[in-house]
Every structure is written in C-alpha cells, then in structure tokens.
C-alpha cells in the first residue's frame, strides 16, 4: 500500500504523515528531508551560497558520493545525525533552489523508490502522487493559506529556540512556493485523482481523521 501527501511548505504534510503512520502501522518516509541533505551537504561544501549555485559539475560530483541514511530516529549525513541542522531556516532558505536541479531529483526519486519497496508507506513531497508514484493507493494534496503556513513554521521555529521573524518565513515560504509550483523538472502540482484538504481552519486531529476516513473507504 502507498499513500501519497503533496503540498507546498507549512501545508502540514509531515505532521499529518507521520501521525497517519503510527496510527495504522505504515512505513513514513519525508522525501522532503532528503532534499535538505543534500542542501545541507553543498552548503557545507561550499557550493550552495547566496542562494545561488556555483557550480553544477560540483552538484553532480556530490550526488555521486552521496552519503545519506534515514533511520526511525533521525537523518544522517555523512553517519552523522543531521535531523536538527537540516531544520534550520538556512536550509529551508536554499532547498527549493537544490530541488529545481534534475539531477537532484532523479537520485532522490530513485531512493525513494528503491526504500518504498515491497512495504506499505505513506510518503510526503512535492511531486510523489505526480512522479515518484503515479499510481499510489491514495493521494492528498494539502493546502492552505501561506500566512497560516508561515504561522506554523515561525510557532514550531520558536519552540525550537530559533531567533527569527515571521515577516521573513513569510517572504520564504512565497519564494519557495513560486519555485516549486514552475521548476521544470517535476513541479509541485495537484494530481488529477488526488483529494485536495485545505487545512487552514483545521486542527491537526480534524485533518488526520479525515485522511484515516479516506483511507478505510478507498484502501
């Protein structure tokens, strides 16, 4: 069984995967996360700066010695255990921008595969009810208002001891939503067999309950 959850930044993907997950005994993978590894991964190399790439030879390089692992308690880089760093605005900052690359894309879809084999997962991204599996069980796409979305993130940002303003997670998450939903290569976008939930007025529970509720009538 494979359920899909798409949806832009803050639209409560993980959140929601990750209680649906252990509700009913399902395999959660955040493909997000995988793109902030490697983001992590070149900024520490110094190929990700400024927002802009220095070099697309170098992304390619790194993709070849990529060394990432996602276990039940948490991502490491390098066998280093990253699950904070990767969290940090920085990396939400440039991810969007590493996630445009094709390349980039293609090895993380392949794992994403290659880890979904044979189980039964619920996955959160972008493009996975569009590309990685078109042909999943379920597919959700969240919404919801960006300032409710940029809300969120400053709340879960502060409770984490972030020094940040909620103007500039603002101003990211519209950055980031306008290179996700007209990057060329696998575009955020909603299936056309996905259910669309908005989930600006909602609580965390009504949302979880709606999908459970989906899940018993369609699976």
């Known amino acids: 069984m494979i359920i899909a959850i798409d949806g832009p930044a803050g639209s409560g993907k993980s959140t929601i995967a990750k209680l649906i997950a252990k509700d009913i005994g399902l395999v959660y993978l955040d493909t997000g996360a995988m793109y902030r590894l490697v983001t992590l991964k070149a900024l520490n190399e110094g190929i990700l700066g400024n927002g802009k790439l220095s070099d697309l030879g170098k ?31 920085i990396i939400s900052e440039n991810v969007s921008d590493i996630a445009a690359i094709r390349e980039v894309r ?17 996955l959160d991204g972008r493009d996975i009810g569009t590309v990685v599996f078109p042909n999943a069980d379920l597919k959700i796409f969240l919404v919801a208002d ?34 996700d939903s007209t990057r060329r290569e696998s575009p955020l976008k909603k299936a056309k067999d996905a259910v ?16 459970l509720k989906m899940i018993n009538v369609n699976i």
């Open 59 to 89: 992304i390619k390089k790194l993709l070849d010695n990529l060394n990432i692992d996602i276990k039940e308690n948490g991502f490491y880089l390098d066998d280093v255990d990253v699950s904070e760093e990767i969290r940090k605005p």
């Open 106 to 122: 293609e090895k993380m879809v392949d794992l994403q595969r290659k880890f979904s084999k044979s189980k039964n997962v619920i």
């Open 146 to 179: 960006a300032k409710e979305r940029a809300k969120r993130r400053y709340k879960e940002l502060v409770e984490k001891g972030e020094n940040v303003e909620i103007e500039e997670i603002y101003d990211n998450i519209l950055k980031r939503d306008k290179i």
């Open 196 to 211: 669309e939930v908005d989930t600006t007025f909602k609580s965390i529970k009504e949302v979880k309950n709606e999908i």
